[in-house]
Structures are given as C-alpha cells and as structure tokens.
C-alpha cells in the first residue's frame, strides 16, 4: 500500500513561487508515473505534470515554461516547482503515483494565487 503525503501549498502574490513536495510511505520506485494534478473550485480534476519512471515529463500546456516537475525514486518523492503564478493557477493540488496498474492519490495541499 502507498500513501502520498503532500507539503509546501499556501498563499502567494501573482508572479510569485511555490514549491510542492510529495513524499511516500512505500516503495513507488517502480511507479510508471508520479505527479501532480489539480482542481479549481466547481471544476474538474487536470493534470498539472507528471514524471515517467524514468523521468520524462509531461505537462499541461497552461503551464508549460513555469513549472518544473521532478522526481527522486531513490527517495520515493515527486516535487513541482511552480514560478510565475497565475491566479488560474488557484486550486487544490494532489500527488499523484500509478503503480502497477492501480493509482493512488494524496490529500491534496491548497495553492492559493492573489491577484
């Protein structure tokens, strides 16, 4: 069993930097893919960026060139530097792990981006 425990969410000005760490309870060295995702209120869960076991990344288009996703498997955990916030970029930001075909999912840690 996996548990994501995710850190570093808060309140930051527009143009302004976060970092969000997600650490795992279990081995995810094998994961095929960690990340990150988010929702905005009233809308849907999207993906944010996720890594692949051998740390290609994929990223949403809206935040291509801001973000950074990195992961560590030696230390079971999967960080996403965000720079140049956006107020669009508000929202509850979950980590994100699939491992062997099952996916799992952390709490979440709320990013909030004044304008």
């Known amino acids: 069993q996996v548990q994501l425990v995710e850190s570093g969410g808060g309140l930051v000005q527009a143009g302004g930097s976060l970092r969000l760490s997600c650490a795992a309870s279990?081995?995810?060295?094998?994961?095929?893919?960690m990340g990150w995702y988010r929702q905005g209120t009233g809308k849907q869960r999207e993906l944010v960026a996720t890594?692949?076991?051998?740390?290609?990344?994929n990223y949403a288009d809206s935040v291509k060139g801001r973000f950074t996703v990195s992961r560590d498997n030696a230390k079971n955990t999967v960080a996403l530097q965000m720079n140049s916030l956006e107020p669009e970029d508000t929202g509850v930001y979950y980590c994100?792990?699939?491992?062997?075909?099952?996916?799992?999912w952390g709490q979440g840690t709320q990013v909030t981006v004044s304008s």
């Open positions: 890594a692949t076991l051998g740390g290609t990344p």
């Open positions: 279990g081995s995810v060295v094998s994961a095929s893919s």
């Open positions: 994100y792990a699939r491992l062997l075909a099952v996916e799992y």
